[in-house]
């Protein structure tokens, strides 16, 4: 994506700190310490859907247009917020799937990379004007700064790092609540920041059902 030249002059003025380029055989680039670009499989949307980049971080009553109605909360985690608009250019609704392993990435690297944790998906409906989705995301650098409200983002890949898809596999069909939010963080860190799970982890993600 291309930034405006006052958008990247502003950034440059704040001091963000970019991500650099990583090895397309480096599936740890943007996870734990690495400050490198992401890499994965790339996300392919539905025919006639447009993401609005770039992402800005949830706030509330500052992510919803009062006309829209249905306000969807997607997602599970707590570091990471992101208020997600879908442009729909067809005459009818179009049902998005974001994929478990899907990552959003900071412009700033100081900053976590997020993390969808299990698939979501939901209906778009047609009309010039973004629908808006509330997205909570996991966090894959525990060193970096908690998600803030004047941090940006956009659609990175699909993680294909084993140790992380492993993971979701343990998730996947698991009904995951608020109350198991500090469980899989943990869980992630220690596969993203460690040296994988740890006996406590996976007792953790066992008692969820």
């Not at 006052?6 to 991500?19: D, E, K, N, R």
């Not at 380029?21 to 670009?37: F, Q, V, W």
């Not at 994965?40 to 447009?50: C, N």
Request: aromatic share 6%; net charge negative.
């Amino acid at each position: 994506m291309k930034l405006p030249y006052f958008i990247i002059g502003a950034i440059f003025a704040i001091g963000v700190s970019f991500a650099e380029p990583a090895s397309a055989h480096d599936t740890r680039a943007g996870i734990g310490r690495s400050k490198e670009t992401p890499v994965g499989r790339p996300l392919e949307l539905p025919d006639g859907i447009v993401v609005r980049e770039p992402i800005g971080a949830y706030i509330e009553d500052h992510c919803f247009p009062e006309e829209q109605e249905v306000r969807p909360q997607e997602g599970h985690g707590a570091n990471i917020q992101l208020c997600l608009g879908f442009t729909n250019t067809l005459p009818t609704p179009v049902t998005i799937s974001l994929p478990a392993g899907l990552i959003f990435v900071s412009f700033d690297t100081r900053s976590q990379n997020g993390l969808l944790i299990q698939t979501e998906a939901f209906e778009v409906p047609p009309g010039e004007n973004p629908y808006f989705v509330s997205l909570s995301l996991q966090c894959l650098n525990a060193s970096r700064s908690t998600g803030r409200a004047r941090d940006t983002y956009h659609v990175g890949p699909i993680t294909q790092d084993e140790p992380i898809t492993q993971l979701i596999r343990m998730l996947d069909g698991k009904a995951l609540a608020d109350e198991h939010i500090p469980a899989v963080q943990n869980a992630l860190w220690s596969v993203t920041d460690g040296d994988g799970l740890l006996p406590r982890d996976r007792d953790a993600l066992e008692a969820i059902h």
